[in-house]
């Protein structure tokens, strides 16, 4: 089976050897995407959408990366600290 890490340029997580992706034959599967910078800075401090904007950033970097795109997700999860960022 064809196993390959998948990772950006600069890798933020690189220093505390958390793999951003890993592809299988042809499926990737990307780990949970925080709302960090290309260096490592945390961004938007107590702003939901700053911050789920970097996060979504940070995946389709990673999807690129791995040979894919935003447009073949399949199911993403995403956890809430405070439901009052739930908009119904």
Same mark, same amino acid.
């Given at each position: 089976? $064809? &196993? ?9 997580? #690189? ?7 890993? *592809?299988?034959?042809? &499926? ?5 995407? +925080?709302?960090? $910078?290309?260096? /490592?800075?945390?961004?938007?401090? /107590? $702003?939901?959408?700053?911050? +789920? #904007?970097?996060?979504?950033? =940070?995946? #389709?970097?990673?999807?690129? +990366? /791995? /040979?894919?795109?935003?447009? *073949? ?8 600290? $405070?439901?009052? =960022?739930?908009?119904?």
């Amino acid at each position: 089976m $064809d &196993l390959k890490r998948v990772s950006t340029e600069p890798d933020p997580y #690189e220093p505390y050897r958390i793999s951003q992706g890993m *592809r299988v034959g042809e &499926l990737l599967f990307v780990s949970g995407q +925080a709302a960090i $910078d290309e260096r /490592g800075q945390l961004v938007g401090v /107590g $702003d939901f959408d700053a911050q +789920a #904007e970097q996060a979504f950033r =940070n995946l #389709e970097r990673v999807l690129e +990366a /791995g /040979g894919s795109g935003l447009d *073949r997700i399949v199911k993403v999860t995403i956890f809430l600290t $405070d439901m009052a =960022n739930f908009r119904r």
